[in-house]
């Protein structure tokens, strides 16, 4: 539906685009998986203390990530219309989209945290129905869209939103499951950074090859073919 009405050019820089958010979220270094983890444990132990000290210093830490995530957005967004040779936009509106994507990215990173409290209370009814419902939103978001003629621009805005949505629902529901739990600054511990990333390093090799191996053809096709017509215009 979506490659019939945006066009099989427009549709490929969609798939260009999702596939970068994927390779924005390795940014978290696999703190999420690890808060899932020691939540769980410090949880099921009743050590609130240990919780609160485990999600302020992941906050803490997801939220340096959100910064890298927008340093990085920004060099990708320069350099992007450099790399590949876009059909369906031009360099601006490229650019203005590559960077909708990382603002989106850098403002759910934080929120994410909120899906451990699902996990601590093994509440997998509730995660999955947030996410089943998210992502009907958008695909009523983007039907609407696409039919009254808007485009690639209202798209991202639209994705974009739905998951800052979604991951707001994630929060609420996080602090009624998990009732007494505190984040402050005055949580934030260096030996939980330890600990985090003691765990985590291992999550996000197995994150980087998944990801790597899922999203890397909507990176290596345009490539590949920017330089074939290169190739073809030099030596052909």
Known sequence: FMEGHLGPAAWGFWTLLISCTGYYGLLDIGVRSAVGQYVTRYWAQD?????????????????????????TGAVVCWVAPLWFE??????????????????GVAAN????????????????????AIGITERL????????????GYGLLELAIGNAATQL?????????GFKLLPGVRISRQFVKRESVRELYGYSIFSVLINAGDTVMTNS????????????????????
């Open 47 to 71: 050590n609130l203390a240990k919780v609160h000290q485990t999600l302020s210093t992941a906050l803490a830490l997801m939220l340096a990530g959100s910064a890298i995530v927008l340093a």
């Open 86 to 103: 876009f059909e369906s936009v031009g360099p601006g509106q490229a650019r203005l989209l590559f960077a909708i994507v990382a603002l």
């Open 109 to 128: 990173l934080p929120l994410m945290l909120s899906q451990c409290a699902t996990y601590a209370q093994s509440r997998f009814d509730i995660a999955q």
């Open 137 to 148: 939103v958008f695909v009523g978001i983007a039907v609407w869209l696409l039919t009254n």
């Open 165 to 173: 949505a979604g991951n707001l629902v994630r929060c609420h529901v």
């Open 217 to 236: 053809s909507a990176l290596v096709i345009p490539i590949a073919v920017s330089l074939a017509a290169w190739w073809s215009g030099a030596f052909g």
